[in-house]
């Protein structure tokens, strides 16, 4: 097994892959057995793999560091001809879903590899290959932009990552001043993040109309592959968090106003205090949160053992923030290799032992899943993928004294409270852009004004003002990666959250038995829908308002009688 860093690059010859599909769709076609279609099936799915294995390598070391020049110039060659390739790809698809032999290939691998091709043949016309590619660049542009970010502050210059200790300083006036001087950051190139953004938006309008669509919003779904729900499925469920949420999570912060002496609503800066005595800290360096990550994933099960073992032995983590590097973090696949990928940035906060244990638990589903065939039923869809790891979170929780020593009450408290809180959030994302791409001709203040309004419903314990400039202004929706480069993705981590929170209250009772139903949950990988992969596993569906109002109550009830004496 090759370490990372030694994985060989070479440059995709994408008109080489051209014809392969285009011979692959003939010989399905004239495929006069079923051993014959399946060898055929089986072939696309290895060279797929493998040539989806070169371009994820070039992306994560572009994202690894921007500014280099030769990754640089790959992923600008994969945004112009991935693009170009999907005609191929949708011929093969076409094929696939068309060919005699279908019930018997469904049989073997599983119907929703036809029902998810389907849903891709309706997101793709030679028609919109220009504006597909348009669209890959400004995504880049907007990744490149962000992690160019050079911030002065008390002395020294940061990303936007490393910006993240002194904007939860328990110094009251250094916190407000990161605040500040973040906000000024994203300011000083509002003009190039309101025309990044209305020219996507604009885009993706014209590619849903072009594929016979009123708006974008059918496309993005479909490019999400929605298989089991529906827009309205989601509307029902963003009421139900106004219902049971908000005023959960409002009390949530009317507590951590009186731990902290300041008046109700606060700003970005105060809210995001969460003790007077600081926000719990990871203990140690990254190599100790790493080493405990071992140590926990070696004593909850052998097979967690064995994945974080092979993660660690072949430098398949990326997790330091650098100067250059790409915000946020992600998990991803080097088929390949059949192995997981985990990048990250750690910035000294409680977010570096949530990334060992989120995108840990991304990592850990594709591996258990490493073997199944095609490589596309490795994952469910997205809202599937992230109950892993937002569960994943909550099976550290016996093993967080390791992580975070003197904060691990501190932590408990904030964890369960954040998870809470998150869902508001991530709803009104989710809204903020049904609303953008219903009206896509609004102009950059409209937008502004409509996340200001959405602030009011579902985060009203957020004050607003000229105090922090770009959050108060309500312009703060722009540093969510996810609004410019994947429209509609945030509401899977709501529809998640509200699983996870199943888990976590099966931890508080049973943990073996919590984890059983995980990994009954996982071992499905992504051979069934959402709703399906939920039932299998004996958990309730968040579309089920009673399952919402349910974990609602056994977290509150949690929180209102969690002891918090002597934490300031």
Not at 414 to 429: D, E, R
Request: proline share 5%.
């Amino acid at each position: 097994m090759l370490k990372f860093p030694e994985m060989p690059y070479e440059r995709p010859d994408v008109e080489a892959a051209k014809q392969f599909l285009a011979d692959a769709a003939a010989r399905l076609d004239a495929a006069e057995s079923f051993e014959a279609a399946d060898a055929v099936f089986v072939g696309v799915d290895k060279y797929t793999t493998d040539l989806n294995t070169m371009f994820t390598i070039a992306h994560i070391r572009h994202d690894i560091n921007t500014a280099d020049e030769f990754y640089d110039a790959e992923v600008e060659y994969a945004d112009t001809a991935l693009p170009e390739l999907q005609e191929y790809v949708d011929r093969w698809n076409r094929s696939l879903v068309s060919t005699r032999w279908r019930p018997q290939l469904a049989e073997k691998y599983s119907p929703i590899v036809f029902l998810n091709k389907e849903i891709d043949m309706r997101t793709f016309s030679p028609e919109i290959v220009p504006e597909l590619q348009k669209e890959n660049a400004l995504c880049t542009e907007y990744s490149k932009l962000l992690a160019s970010a050079q911030i002065e502050f008390d002395g020294g210059v940061y990303t936007l990552s490393q910006m993240t200790p002194f904007k939860q300083s328990s110094d009251d006036a250094k916190r407000l001043a990161a605040w500040k001087a973040e906000g000024a950051w994203y300011m000083s190139h509002a003009d190039k993040l309101d025309s990044i953004y209305d020219e996507l938006v604009h885009l993706r309008d014209t590619m849903g109309k072009k594929l016979g669509n009123s708006d974008y919003i059918p496309l993005g779904y479909d490019r999400m592959q929605r298989n089991c729900y529906t827009k309205e499925d989601v509307e029902a469920f963003r009421k139900a968090v106004v219902k049971h949420i908000v005023p959960l999570a409002d009390a949530v912060y009317r507590r951590q106003a009186e731990r902290l002496g300041k008046a109700y609503p606060m700003n970005y800066a105060d809210n995001a205090l969460e003790f007077r005595s600081g926000n719990p800290k990871p203990c140690g360096t990254p190599d100790d949160i790493l080493a405990q990550g071992k140590r926990f994933y070696e004593a909850l099960s052998p097979e967690t053992g064995e994945f974080f073992n092979t993660m660690l032995d072949n430098e398949l983590l990326d997790v330091l923030s650098t100067p250059g590097k790409r915000a946020g973090g992600y998990c991803t696949s080097l088929g390949e290799y059949r192995v997981p990928f985990i990048f990250a940035n750690f910035n000294g906060t409680q977010h570096d032992v949530e990334v060992v244990t989120h995108e840990a638990g991304h990592a850990f589903a594709a591996y258990l899943n490493r073997d199944r065939v095609p490589t596309e039923t490795i994952w469910p869809s997205l809202e599937g993928c992230e109950v892993h790891s937002m569960s994943m979170e909550f099976f550290a929780w016996p093993w967080a004294e390791g992580f975070f020593g003197s904060d691990t009450r501190k932590f408990r408290y904030s964890h369960l409270a954040g998870a809470l809180t998150f869902i508001p959030y991530g709803t009104m994302v989710d809204h903020f852009q049904h609303i953008v791409y219903e009206k896509p001709e609004m102009t950059p203040a409209e937008r502004h004004a409509v996340w200001k309004e959405l602030l009011g419903v579902y985060m009203p314990w957020m004050k607003l003002g000229s105090e922090i400039p770009f959050y108060g202004d309500g312009e703060g929706w722009q540093r969510q990666l996810h609004i410019y480069v994947n429209p509609f993705y945030y509401i899977d981590y709501c529809l998640a959250q509200t699983v996870a929170l199943q888990f976590w209250a099966r931890i508080q009772k049973d943990l073996p038995d919590a984890w059983a139903h995980y990994m009954a949950y996982t071992r499905q990988g992504g051979s069934r829908v959402f709703t399906e992969l939920l039932k299998n596993a004996e958990l309730d569906s968040p579309f089920e308002e009673s399952c919402l109002r349910g974990v609602c109550e056994e977290a509150k009830a949690w929180l209102d009688s969690y002891d918090l004496t002597g934490i300031a």
